[in-house]
């Protein structure tokens, strides 16, 4: 069975600036899809960015961004320019390339955007 | 479409009770999931349907729980004879085939 481990539960940046969210998942599979979800207060999972694992290319939406390191299986979220909108918490997730396509989740990170 | 809806988004509930709960997904997404969310976890999966069949349940879901779909549209989630470690939220989302997810704000249950 996978396993996706988030090992910060919290962090603190402040607005303007960069914070990386660090994942490890663990896998037998080659061919797998990974995501960081953000759940605002308001609870709706959305979705912020996705890397197909066949992909050598790290993904990249607007100011988020990913590293993607395939062999040490890990998967961090960078975020630039934080802004507040961007407190949350963070959930990484993987899913096969089989028919299910059920998301495990890690426990995830709570990010803080200080002034 | 105002993506997926899910009534009520607060039950409270004294335990022993039943409960249901019901998700309305986007109309053309034929995949349905539903996830429990306890308190400082991920979410974790239950169960999912593409149209009305429901082809995955996990262990997580005893035999006190039941999900429907009919008609492949909206689905129900019933928790019978709720016990205090039943509250959480409860997440439905939903999608056309294996392309992305779409997630409700959840149900969230109080046994009390």
């Known amino acids: 069975a996978q396993t996706v481990t988030q090992s910060q539960p919290e962090m603190s940046v402040q607005e303007a600036e960069t914070v990386t969210l660090s994942c490890t998942y663990d896998?037998?599979?080659?061919?797998?899809?990974l995501f960081w979800y953000k759940q605002p207060p308001s609870r709706q999972m959305i979705l912020v960015i996705r890397?197909?694992?066949?992909?050598?290319q790290n993904a990249t939406e607007n100011r988020f961004s990913v590293n993607f390191q395939k062999a040490a299986k890990s998967f961090s979220l960078k975020i630039s320019d934080s802004q507040l909108g961007d407190a949350a918490m963070y959930f990484c997730?993987?899913?096969?390339?089989?028919?299910?396509?059920?998301?495990?989740f890690g426990t995830g990170t709570r990010l803080q955007v200080t002034l | 479409d105002t993506g997926v809806s899910q009534d009520p988004r607060h039950k409270i509930t004294k335990r022993g009770q039943n409960v249901t709960f019901r998700c309305d997904p986007i109309?053309?997404?034929?995949?349905l999931y539903w996830y429990r969310q306890t308190l400082g976890q991920g979410p974790e999966f239950l169960t999912y349907?593409?149209?009305?069949?429901?082809?995955?349940k996990s262990r997580l879901l005893s035999d006190r729980f039941s999900a429907e779909r009919p008609k492949g549209s909206f689905s129900t989630l019933e928790i019978q004879r709720t016990e205090q470690g039943d509250s959480a939220m409860y997440l439905c989302?939903?999608?056309?085939?294996?392309?992305?997810?779409?997630f409700g704000s959840g149900t969230r249950l109080t046994v009390v």
């Open positions: 989302a939903s999608s056309l085939y294996t392309l992305g997810y779409t």
């Open positions: 349907f593409q149209n009305e069949a429901q082809l995955e």
């Open positions: 109309s053309e997404h034929n995949r």
């Open positions: 890397q197909e694992a066949y992909k050598q």
């Open positions: 997730a993987y899913r096969s390339t089989g028919t299910a396509s059920k998301l495990t």
């Open positions: 896998t037998s599979e080659s061919d797998y899809y």
